[in-house]
């Protein structure tokens, strides 16, 4: 059975760009989170959904930082305008209902902006 | 302010012997401890978990031991495999609201063949 799938798995743009990360969870999961992965401060949760709903989005550093999940398969994480700030590996997970405490984590995006 | 804390960036040990990575957290509302590892280019992976409830689990050749009382939980390795070297992140959450991970910053392990 597939794992989460990210794409894609590098991106390199330049600041100002809007950029779009895509993932699918697994099958029958039904939360799916998107973390950012820095040096400085490791992997921090930017937003949760659960049911294809977000339920936790304090983690989004700021308006330039959107996400949507518009079905169970599908979801995007959107920045527009990209900062190099913003550069960094993004990663998906999601888990099932029956046990959401255990998230299965995809490959992860990397993203440079300059 | 970093709720969970892995003081230790790195740590090498020698293959055969016991590998332990720590963690500290500061939110006694976490109930729940996860340890995953982290391999470079892939995701981190689920390695092993453990409930307030108790204050040792064990999985093979990994045990995670909890002490609630010094919010500090250790992640041990026994016997340490060259395999085993990655980055282990510890993570904490509170199942009485989101299931929001809060994660450790990491400890890049090394094991010497």
């Known amino acids: 059975d597939a794992g989460v799938i990210q794409s894609p798995r590098h991106e390199v743009t330049e600041m100002g760009q809007e950029v779009t990360l895509r993932c699918k969870p697994i099958?029958?999961?039904?939360?799916l989170f998107w973390y950012r992965q820095t040096m400085m401060r490791g992997l921090e949760l930017l937003i949760y959904?659960?049911?294809?709903?977000?339920?936790?989005d304090s983690g989004m550093p700021e308006d330039r930082f959107s996400a949507k999940m518009p079905n169970a398969s599908f979801s995007t994480l959107k920045i527009q305008p990209s900062e190099p700030r913003d550069s960094a590996v993004y990663f998906c997970a999601s888990s099932p209902p029956a046990s959401q405490e255990t998230q299965y984590f995809g490959p992860g995006t990397r993203l440079l902006v300059l | 302010d970093q709720q969970v804390k892995q003081n230790s960036p790195s740590l090498s040990v020698q293959e055969g012997r016991i590998s332990i990575l720590n963690c500290d957290y500061t939110?006694?509302?976490?109930?729940?401890f996860l340890w995953y590892k982290k391999y470079p280019a892939e995701g981190p992976t689920f390695l092993i978990s453990?409930?307030?409830?108790?204050d040792k689990n064990e999985d093979g050749r990994f045990t995670v031991f909890l002490n609630k009382s010094a919010k500090h939980l250790s992640l041990h390795i026994v016997p340490s495999q060259p395999g085993d070297s990655a980055v282990y992140f510890c993570?904490?959450?509170?199942?009485?609201?989101?299931?929001?991970?809060?994660f450790g910053t990491g400890t890049r392990l090394k094991v010497l063949a």
């Open positions: 453990i409930s307030s409830i108790k």
């Open positions: 099958s029958g999961h039904n939360s």
């Open positions: 939110n006694s509302m976490f109930d729940y």
């Open positions: 959904f659960n049911n294809n709903v977000p339920i936790d």
């Open positions: 993570a904490s959450l509170s199942s009485a609201g989101t299931y929001k991970y809060i």
